[in-house]
């Protein structure tokens, strides 16, 4: 996991990275995951999305709970056709 935090796309090789994106890649059988906790209790606008940077994935699936509650609906995402 990482964030570019530079002016400009990082080019990895196989993947773009755009500027302030926080970026989460898993191992070879690992997931990949990001927890927030709030800072204090009261109500808060989280905002974002998904996108695949990575030129050959296998495909992601996202899932956003709070606490133990499902959120959103299962989101898979696969790559683009080339």
């Not at 570019?4 to 995951?33: E, K, Q, R």
């Not at 800072?39 to 695949?52: K, Q, V, W």
Request: aromatic share 10%; net charge negative; charged share 10%.
């Amino acid at each position: 996991m990482g964030l570019n935090t530079s002016h400009s796309t990082i080019d990895s090789s196989t993947a773009l990275f755009p500027t302030n994106a926080l970026v989460m890649h898993p191992g070879p059988s690992l997931d990949s995951i990001v927890e927030w906790t709030a800072p204090a209790n009261g109500t808060y606008s989280i905002s974002g999305f998904f996108e695949l940077l990575d030129d050959d994935p296998t495909g992601v699936i996202v899932y956003v709970y709070d606490n133990s509650t499902l959120c959103s609906p299962t989101t898979t995402c696969y790559a683009p056709p080339h």
